[in-house]
T-cell receptor, first 113, second 114 residues
Framework: ETGVTQTPRHLVMGMTNKKSLKCEQH?????MYWYKQSAKKPLELMFV???????ENNSVPSRFSPECPNSSHLFLHLHTLQPEDSALYLC????????????FGPGTRLTVT | KNQVEQSPQSLIILEGKNCTLQ??????????LRWYKQDTGRGPVSLTI???SENTKSNGRYTATLDADTKQSSLHITASQLSDSASYIC?????????????WGLGTSLAVNP
């Protein structure tokens, strides 16, 4: 275990549903990340939070809404998703932003029908 | 455009054999290079991190090399085991202004067969 947990591990949702992904880190880190991993594409950074403040948003559609209530928890709220949003969503944390080693959770496999 | 290219795309070897995975990058300026192992259905796990001044770094049966002049890195796996079957991803950290960016490769899918 890496010290980063994600729930649920698998999620199937319709295009009109609203769901949330949860990430929790037990490493005492102060930066957290959401990544999207699609087949035959490199990991795509979606959001970065440092000290609970969003510091990066890489042109992600508004149907993805992150929330970081404290340094240990990170959420990704989903609504009106498209089939092309089906992917593995990975959460990561690090001691500080980017230049430090990132520890990943197991991911949530999302299927949008 | 900053890029990280890995080869081969996929590889099949027999248990006990050695193999070498390649990573070429064009990221500049360069900060560090990392190799991650990702098992199917899991998140990536870091194997090594190297700065520009480091030529080689080992982690058990994994040895990474870095040539910052030619912008090439390799990951050598010795005496492969079935548990080495995974995707191996090269990640290069560059600098853009005050921000550091991670540029991810597509990975090499390794299958170790008995």
């Amino acid at each position: 275990e890496t010290g980063v947990t994600q729930t649920p591990r698998h999620l199937v949702m319709g295009m009109t549903n609203k769901k949330s992904l949860k990430c929790e880190q037990h490493l005492g880190h102060n930066a957290m990340y959401w990544y999207k991993q699609s087949a035959k594409k490199p990991l795509e950074l979606m959001f970065v939070y440092s000290l609970e403040e969003r510091v990066e948003n890489n042109s992600v559609p508004s149907r993805f809404s992150p929330e970081c209530p404290n340094s240990s928890h990170l959420f990704l709220h989903l609504h009106t998703l498209q089939p092309e949003d089906s992917a593995l969503y990975l959460c990561a944390s690090s001691q500080a932003r980017v230049s430090y080693e990132q520890y990943f959770g197991p991911g949530t496999r999302l299927t949008v029908t | 455009k900053n890029q990280v290219e890995q080869s081969p795309q996929s590889l099949i070897i027999l248990e006990g054999k050695n193999c070498t995975l390649q990573c070429n990058y064009t990221v500049s300026p360069f900060s560090n290079l990392r190799w991650y192992k990702q098992d199917t259905g899991r998140g990536p796990v870091s194997l090594t991190i190297m700065t520009f001044s480091e030529n080689t770094k080992s982690n058990g049966r994994y040895t990474a090399t870095l040539d910052a002049d030619t912008k090439q890195s390799s990951l050598h796996i010795t005496a492969s085991q079935l548990s080495d079957s995974a995707s191996y991803i090269c990640v290069v950290s560059g600098v853009a202004g005050n921000n550091r960016k991670l540029i991810w490769g597509l990975g090499t899918s390794l299958a170790v067969n008995p």
